[in-house]
């Protein structure tokens, strides 16, 4: 499930932004408000030390709810717009995506239930003694969420984006399908695509792909794709990828 941490083998390394700007990149929260505190509180630390930057940019990769225990903390922290002074962008998590399909009844939600809904249900004090087993029973569930998820929330969900693009680096949640050009590249895809993306070796030419939703140890780095998926609400790290003209480091909530 743990992937192993390594530098990318090639010897050209993609990927500058511009003179004076800034990315601190979020990646998979999955319900771990506390974590998510203490990040935020790193990045301003981190930003403090840097007053010299031009523009700054926050970028949450998504899967903000799901298996963590506090779902709805987390989006009311995102809401709040934790920090001053930065562009915050909100990418679409495949979980995300699950709720909004089992909400908008494109979905009988039961997948999104064993990866992960049963926390955001708990979160929003939706009562569950057992999964749904007939049509009505998926009805009323349904029904009990829209009672207790706040429109607000919802609405945050919808107006997350896809991708976020700035300087060389291409932010999506899960990867982009290789060979295909990034404007032709489906929400499908960069919500859920795993296998093929990870196989690539160099899944866009000339862009640099900063992604989650594939669990590591610790942070990859692999020249052309960084992965900041670290398992959060698992393993306590919660990671942020942090770019400065062709510097690229990391922030973890389990740093000394």
């Given at each position: 499930?743990?992937?192993?941490?390594?530098k990318?083998?090639?010897t050209?390394?993609?990927?500058?932004l511009?003179?004076?700007?800034a990315?601190?990149?979020?990646?998979d929260i999955h319900g771990?408000?506390?974590l998510l505190?203490d990040?935020l509180?790193?990045?301003?630390e981190?930003?403090?030390?840097?007053p010299d930057?031009?523009?700054?940019?926050?970028?949450?990769l998504?899967?903000?709810?799901?298996?963590?225990?506090?779902?709805?903390?987390?989006v009311?922290?995102l809401?709040?717009?934790p920090?001053?002074?930065f562009?915050?962008?909100?990418?679409?998590?495949?979980?995300e995506e699950?709720?909004l399909?089992?909400?908008?009844?494109?979905?009988?939600?039961?997948?999104?239930?064993?990866?992960g809904?049963?926390e955001?249900?708990?979160?929003?004090?939706?009562?569950?003694?057992t999964?749904?087993?007939?049509?009505?029973?998926v009805?009323?569930?349904?029904?009990a969420l829209?009672?207790?998820?706040?429109?607000r929330?919802l609405?945050?969900?919808?107006?997350c984006a896809?991708?976020?693009?700035?300087?060389?680096?291409v932010?999506?949640?899960a990867?982009?399908r290789p060979g295909?050009?990034?404007?032709?590249?489906?929400?499908?895809d960069?919500?859920?695509?795993r296998?093929d993306?990870?196989?690539?070796r160099?899944?866009?030419a000339?862009?640099?792909?900063?992604?989650?939703?594939?669990?590591?140890?610790?942070?990859?780095?692999?020249?052309?794709?960084?992965n900041i998926?670290?398992?959060?609400?698992?393993?306590?790290?919660?990671?942020?990828l942090?770019?400065?003209?062709?510097?690229?480091?990391?922030?973890?909530t389990?740093?000394g």
């Amino acid at each position: 499930m743990f992937g192993r941490w390594f530098k990318g083998t090639s010897t050209v390394r993609p990927g500058s932004l511009s003179p004076g700007l800034a990315v601190y990149a979020v990646g998979d929260i999955h319900g771990r408000l506390d974590l998510l505190d203490d990040l935020l509180r790193r990045i301003g630390e981190d930003e403090a030390r840097h007053p010299d930057d031009a523009d700054r940019s926050l970028i949450f990769l998504g899967d903000y709810i799901d298996r963590g225990p506090a779902s709805r903390g987390v989006v009311d922290r995102l809401l709040e717009r934790p920090l001053e002074g930065f562009t915050t962008v909100h990418l679409m998590g495949n979980h995300e995506e699950a709720l909004l399909s089992f909400m908008d009844r494109v979905s009988d939600g039961l997948d999104w239930l064993t990866f992960g809904g049963l926390e955001t249900l708990m979160s929003y004090g939706v009562p569950l003694r057992t999964i749904p087993a007939n049509g009505q029973q998926v009805i009323e569930l349904r029904q009990a969420l829209a009672e207790a998820v706040p429109q607000r929330h919802l609405d945050f969900f919808r107006s997350c984006a896809f991708r976020y693009n700035v300087g060389d680096y291409v932010f999506v949640h899960a990867g982009v399908r290789p060979g295909i050009p990034l404007e032709r590249q489906t929400p499908a895809d960069m919500m859920w695509i795993r296998d093929d993306f990870l196989r690539s070796r160099v899944p866009l030419a000339d862009r640099v792909i900063v992604h989650g939703h594939t669990i590591v140890d610790l942070p990859e780095d692999r020249t052309h794709r960084i992965n900041i998926d670290t398992g959060a609400f698992v393993s306590g790290r919660l990671t942020c990828l942090v770019l400065r003209g062709e510097e690229r480091r990391f922030l973890s909530t389990l740093d000394g």
